[in-house]
């Protein structure tokens, strides 16, 4: 069985991938330093898996104890998701989203060249496209000028690594960019856990509508949307984890040094059609109100997926209606397990 190094396998999208694999028949190992994630992620895998993966509590900055795990473990793939992801704190600390997303990077690299492990699969995101001119969007699309600190690691991140599989310290790497993965695993057992006030729209809406928050900001209404509200493309995180399964299979498949996908549905959702959506699903009504727009928002993004469909055998499969109400799941359960979280 293949071991797969999972670097912040606690985290949101982490947590549903390392799930995904064991259920492949991979052998995920994680290593965390639970800077925005909980140790009790590990007893929800294992209650939906019935086993518990190895977990390292290493920061990826360190590369001695990084290396002891590369010592201990073969790995045939790495799978990297940790790094800092708030782009408002971004923007104030950018010396810290420089240090850890990209010191980790550089260091798993030096040690996968070392210990000839070949295969990367790096969480990018949508992100780099800006506002992107053609929409639906392809990965052809011209990369911009980072908006944030947080938007500039991703794309100096994908530099590094496509240099580095140039240079053949490693053979393969996959970049997936995200578009905007919400929603949880269906047990309700694992899910998003923001430690903080969250700042995307979903955690907001079930923790406005279980009373950890007053109301729903919702930023500007006038935008040239049909409905004045910001488009995105959801995508649910267990259809996101799949993706990362099939991109490590196709490195096993293709020859091909780099690829990049997108991840998403290829639909435009705007956000009075979440917020109806959540409604809906929940019979819930949700406090919000409308107010400005939020600095460096883009107005509409969304994916052309024909290249993960066709390339990686992968679809999203799972509808807004179903992805909110595990969304929604999640929050109940989570809050009546534990009234610290
Ligand atoms: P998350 O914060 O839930 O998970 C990241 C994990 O990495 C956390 O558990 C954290 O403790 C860990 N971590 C951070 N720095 C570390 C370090 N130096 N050493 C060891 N562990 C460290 O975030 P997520 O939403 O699961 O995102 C995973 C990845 O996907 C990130 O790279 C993020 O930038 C990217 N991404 C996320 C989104 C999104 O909307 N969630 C969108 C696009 C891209
Ligand atoms: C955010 C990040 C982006 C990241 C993406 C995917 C910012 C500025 N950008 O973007 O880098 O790649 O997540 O994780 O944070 N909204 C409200 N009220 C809220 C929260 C959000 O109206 O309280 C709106 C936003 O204006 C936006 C939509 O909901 O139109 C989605 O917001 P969010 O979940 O933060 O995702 P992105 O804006 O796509």
Request: a negative charge; proline letters at 4%.
């Amino acid at each position: 069985m293949g071991k797969v190094l999972v670097t912040g396998g606690t985290g949101y999208i982490g947590s549903h991938t390392v799930v995904e694999l064991m259920q492949t028949g991979l052998e995920p190992v994680i290593v965390d330093n639970l800077s925005n994630s909980l140790m009790e992620v590990l007893d929800g895998i294992c209650e939906i898996t019935g086993k518990q993966p190895l977990f390292y509590e290493v920061d990826l900055k360190d590369v001695t104890k990084l290396k002891r795990i590369f010592q201990e473990n073969q790995f045939e793939s790495v799978i990297h998701f940790a790094a800092y992801k708030a782009v408002g704190e971004s923007v104030e600390k950018p010396l810290l989203y420089y240090e850890n997303n990209l010191v980790s990077l550089i260091n798993l690299l030096k040690l996968m060249s070392e210990f000839r492990v070949n295969s990367l699969v790096f969480s990018s995101s949508c992100t780099v496209y800006g506002q992107p001119e053609e929409l639906p969007v392809t990965e052809n699309a011209p990369v911009v000028k980072a908006m944030s600190p947080y938007g500039n690691t991703k794309q100096i991140a994908e530099e590094i690594i496509t240099d580095a599989v140039q240079a053949k310290m490693i053979e393969q790497a996959v970049l997936l960019r995200y578009f905007n993965p919400i929603g949880a695993h269906p047990s309700a057992k694992i899910g998003e856990l923001p430690l903080n006030v969250p700042n995307n729209l979903v955690p907001f809406i079930t923790q406005t509508a279980i009373g950890l928050r007053e109301e729903l900001k919702i930023f500007g209404d006038d935008y040239n949307t049909p409905d004045g509200s910001c488009i995105r493309d959801y995508i649910n995180v267990v259809d996101l984890a799949k993706a990362h399964i099939a991109a490590v299979k196709r490195m096993k498949e293709s020859a091909i040094p780099v690829e990049v996908f997108n991840v998403g549905t290829g639909n435009g959702v705007s956000v009075f059609e979440v917020v109806n959506a959540f409604q809906r699903v929940s019979g819930q009504d949700l406090n919000y109100s409308i107010v400005g727009r939020r600095s460096g928002d883009v107005e509409k993004v969304y994916a052309d997926t024909n290249k993960a469909n066709e390339l990686l055998g992968w679809k999203a499969e799972k509808s807004l209606d179903e992805t909110i109400l595990s969304a929604w799941e999640w929050e109940k359960y989570i809050r009546l397990k534990d009234q610290n979280y």
